[in-house]
């Protein structure tokens, strides 16, 4: 009877732990078919392209994530999450198996620390004020944030205050003998209210130091997003301002610039209708290392129709218009761009049409 009521004692208790521990795999499978414009061929001129692209709403993505409740308040928590190539089957953020994020930590009564490959802050606090909520294919994800909008080595605090989220990060350079070198940080707040919201944040990120000195990329952007109630369905518009300064000497850099946009989401039953506009002001442009430009200031806009076939399942068409640069405004992006625009033309248009599955 006791190593009866034992096994059964133990068996709860158990369970019980069991309960107290979640361990989810997530993901999302998006492809497509797209028709792009204006690419530069290998004989010097212009081409349309088509090509199947993995994607489109959002980046096709594999992942564990999960918690522990340690009690009191507080608890562990952890993520590695994988970018997945559907069209060819492979890993990509440079063939990193958890390229996207891989970090662990605790979370507290007075919030979170997490340590590992991470995004910055200028990225989570923009994540809810970006008109399609960084659609791999056609928003200006990386031109916006910067590619360095995951950071390795980084160490995170995210703290809830109410209605105010706060965010900092710092990414060590482990560069011997400087601190600074190679380094990144930033900080950001988001504040909600009634149906809107603002956010506000900045972002650093430090070259390798050489002599006394190092180069230093900031960003600070500002943005906002409200919802209205209109016959149909709610829209939401939203707006946000970026400025970013770069002191590198590399060639295609892009030193001074104010970048803008404007974007509104309108949702009628099963289907959302996305418009959204781009510009950058480019104050400064580094064709080389040794010279600066005042090019033709880019712009794209963008228009997207999704509808759900169901909770997890949804077809898409995504189009987008850029003047003055590629897609993407991929000019700018250098080793990051997927469009390369013809010689002698000012303007490419792409359009998509394709599926997403999340999990």
Known sequence: MKRWMGAVCGAALAGAVQAQTSVTLYGVADVNVEYSTHHAVGNGGSGSRFAEQSGG?????????????????????????SAIAMDTGTLQQGGRLWGRQAFVGLGTPYGQITMGRQYTSLFDVNASFSPTAYATQYEPVV????????EDNMIKY????????????WAFGEQPGSMAGSSAWGAGAVYRFGRGGVSLAYDQVDGVRTAATYPKAQKVGVSGRYAFDIPGGPLIVFAGYRFGKNDNTAARTVALDNFWWLGAVYRRG??????????????KYRP??????????????LFVIDYDLSKRTDIYLSTAFARNTALNFDTYNGPAAS???AEGKSTQFGAALGIRHRF
């Open 339 to 341: 469009y390369v625009k």
């Open 143 to 150: 031109f916006m944030l910067g590619t360095s909008l995951r």
């Open 270 to 283: 099963q289907a959302s209708f996305t418009l959204a506009y781009y510009y950058d002001d480019l104050r």
């Open 57 to 81: 709403l959002a980046g096709s993505r594999f992942g564990l994530r999960g918690t522990e409740d340690l009690g009191g308040g507080w608890r562990s928590v952890f993520a590695l999450e």
């Open 288 to 301: 080389t290392a040794s010279a600066s430009a005042n090019p033709d200031n880019p712009q794209q806009w």
């Open 158 to 169: 995210t703290g809830n205050f109410g209605p105010a989220t706060f965010e900092t990060h």
